[in-house]
């Protein structure tokens, strides 16, 4: 149960004065609706206001404040025209005040003409003539500030309005006691959290302030993760000693890697012990991460228990199940699959099988943790591009063993170092970084959109080789038209050019439907696939040798690199062409060109972590997992090891949470809302 003396932290964000209905709506957007986030919203920089009382051409870039008298205010019919007001200082010099959108109510609120009005802003030229964009309106009254931080905002918030929320949700803040190891705190020279909080919003360039705010939230972190894997080594397991009896029958046509055998001898050695593995393993698209899953499973039904293996989609449980089903041919193995849509005689065979020993080994997706699924003897989990599943989700799977079963966590999205002591902390890692023989690097294009025919053209060669090809649609802006209205018009002009060969997916389909159109793709029936994202993990169709991505520069690298991954899984030279745009961001242009330059997962994980900065760090589009809010990547990587350490001290010397410093770091826990570490401890 969350700490009393954080209850003022944790009340609605309607609880701070002037905040109702109306204001809560923009706050909400920005994932503003407590007082905590309010608190916790850093600025993402600061405003430096040059009081002027005259327009001077040498101003053009920099940010004034200024006293202006209103001239005219001109609106237009046409929404896509901008609003502009005439205004002029004290000398007569004109500026034009403009506004985009549809604000012409707004202004007219804003600017009477014959009055007075005070504005800030950045002073631009257009053509022989000065002019301020959007330029804020300072209230009367208010002082002038000449430095001010800037937040990240949504429609109907000011910086201003933001930092006086900011100021009242601080003052709610209680006093807390130090959580941090003293030595540390004197070695950094950093102040008690609540002061660093004042002094990060008051000047957004404070270094010290910001990193002893950012180690609070890291620590926490490494403290939660640091007791999850201490409860689960406490946990009464069992150790699983497969006797080789059915891996020395498994007829592969190919050696293990190098990477793969010693991965599996890292899995043999924690099945065997009593206390449960847990394990993640990281392998690029296409290193075999599916042969050594098969393989631990191998081992847990020597040992006479059952193993199972989740998967996030539909798509990917069956496909998984398929291909262990080749993989495993000839031996006495019992293989079974249930997902959401197994209903009847076939569900309750396959619940039957499960509860009386004689299914092995069970493939699914989360219907497989549901209340009415029970083992005879649940020894091993094996789950499947892990970021999609909770810690709730995982202790539900691990809850349906006679004893906590041994949990390998897999992911085909390579993790950067740090993120992986940052996310998996509690894990043991094992790394699946050699490809196994004959698999050639896909050949990697960057074409501007403007060649589309070009393109088209290409896929009908392609096509007419007997090949077959993916074609993903882009990620849309919201206000353009859906990705699924963007993938059902790509669909239909290459219907147009290569008739019922052409057949589409998309997230918003049936899985019954999206499984047929899938199958029809693995069969050869069809040529082309015009999908959404939706194929981005697990589709396995070693025909399909070519991928096109639409508006590549809309995706992150880790995303582009996993739909890469779709192609090249089978003999012979696989191509990918990422479609761009004309208007390339700097950070656009790096990823394509190092996308176009290595296949290499793990250096583009790095990568993609440096090019995103703190702003996506860990984002739920790319992870699923809740970001770091105060932690930037450069902070991230200097104090995790330092935060790792001081959370091993506390448990190992301080006494744990039931020490003095123990009883701070629980408070730190739930202020930062890692208190599922607290929650796993037997003690309460």
């Excluded at 012409?104 to 800030?120: A, C, F, H, P």
């Excluded at 449980?317 to 398929?322: I, N, V």
């Excluded at 990823?591 to 090019?611: P, Y």
């Amino acid at each position: 149960m969350r700490p009393d003396i954080l209850n003022p932290l944790f009340a609605e964000v309607t609880a701070l004065k002037g905040v109702g209905a109306a204001l809560a709506k923009p706050l909400e957007r920005l994932g503003l609706g407590r007082v905590v986030d309010v608190a916790f919203h850093l600025p993402s920089g600061w405003i430096y206001r040059i009081p002027r009382d005259e327009l001077m051409g040498q101003d053009v870039g920099r940010t004034i404040a200024i006293t202006l008298t209103v001239r005219d205010v001109r609106t237009s019919s046409s929404p896509r025209a901008p609003t502009r007001v005439q205004a002029a200082d004290r000398h007569g010099n004109i500026v034009s005040l403009v506004y985009f959108g549809r604000s012409g109510g707004l202004v007219r609120k804003l600017y009477t003409v014959g009055e007075q009005v005070r504005i800030s802003g950045k002073v631009e030229q257009y053509g022989q003539d000065l002019q301020i964009i959007h330029p804020e309106v300072l209230e009367e009254g208010a002082g002038f500030r000449e430095r001010e931080a800037i937040y990240p905002l949504s429609e109907g918030l000011t910086s201003r309005r933001v930092g006086g929320l900011v100021a009242q949700a601080i003052e709610r803040a209680p006093d807390l006691p130090e959580w941090i190891e003293p030595s540390l705190v004197a070695q950094r020279d950093w102040p008690a959290w609540k002061d660093a909080l004042l002094r990060i919003h008051a000047d957004p360039s404070d270094a010290v302030a910001r990193a002893r705010i950012a180690y609070d939230e890291v620590f926490a972190n490494q403290l939660a993760l640091a007791l999850v894997r201490q409860d689960t080594r406490k946990r009464r397991g069992r150790g699983l000693r497969g006797d080789g009896r059915l891996r020395d029958r498994l007829n592969l046509p190919y050696a293990l890697t190098g990477a793969q055998a010693r991965t599996i001898g890292e899995i043999e050695g924690d099945l065997a012990q009593d206390a449960p593995m847990l394990r993640l393993l990281q392998g690029d698209v296409g290193s075999g991460k599916t042969l050594v899953a098969a393989l631990a499973l191998l081992i847990a039904v020597e040992a006479g228990a059952q193993g199972a293996l989740l998967a996030p989609t539909e798509i990917l449980a069956r496909q998984h199940h398929e291909t262990l089903r080749e993989t495993l041919a000839g031996l006495p193995i019992n293989l079974a699959v249930l997902t959401g849509r197994d209903k009847g005689r076939v569900r309750e065979s396959t619940l039957m099988g499960l509860a009386d020993g004689s299914i092995d080994i069970l493939i699914g997706t989360h219907a497989i943790f549901q209340e009415a699924v029970t083992y005879r003897d649940l020894g091993l989990v094996v789950v499947d591009e892990q970021h999609r599943f909770g810690v709730a989700e995982r202790l539900a799977l691990s809850a349906k063993g006679k004893t906590t079963p041994h949990l390998l966590a897999m992911t085909a999205t390579p993790i950067p170092r740090t993120l992986v002591l940052a996310q998996h902390g509690e894990m043991d890692q094992s790394r699946l970084d050699e490809m196994p023989p004959g698999r050639e690097p896909v050949e990697t294009r960057v074409i501007s959109e403007e060649r589309l025919d070009e393109v088209v053209n290409a896929l009908g060669r392609h096509l007419a080789e007997g090949k077959q090809a993916y074609w993903v649609c882009p990620l849309v802006e919201e206000s353009e038209k859906s990705d699924l209205a963007a993938a059902e018009d790509r669909a239909a002009t290459l219907a147009a050019r290569f008739g019922d060969r052409v057949g589409l997916v998309h997230g918003r389909m049936r899985g019954a439907e999206k499984d047929a159109v899938m199958a029809r793709f693995a069969g050869g029936e069809l040529g082309v696939l015009v999908a959404t994202t939706v194929i981005e993990v697990g589709v396995n169709v070693p025909n399909a040798t070519l991928i096109v991505i639409e508006h590549a520069d809309r995706f992150g690298l880790a995303q582009l690199h996993q739909l890469r991954g779709r192609v090249g899984r089978g003999g012979g030279q696989s191509r990918c062409l990422l479609m761009r745009g004309n208007a390339l961001s700097e950070t656009a242009r790096a990823r394509l060109a190092l996308m176009r330059e290595t296949n290499d997962g793990f250096r583009i994980a790095e990568e993609d972590l440096r090019l995103r900065g703190g702003g996506e760090l860990l984002g739920t589009r790319q992870s699923g997992e809740a970001a770091f809010r105060l932690a930037t990547p450069e902070l991230l990587g200097e104090l995790l090891p330092i935060a790792a350490d001081d959370a091993r001290l506390l448990i190992d010397r301080d006494g744990g949470l039931a020490g003095a410093r123990g009883q701070a770091a629980r408070v730190a826990l739930y202020l930062f809302e890692r208190e599922a570490g607290v929650a796993l401890l037997r003690s309460g």
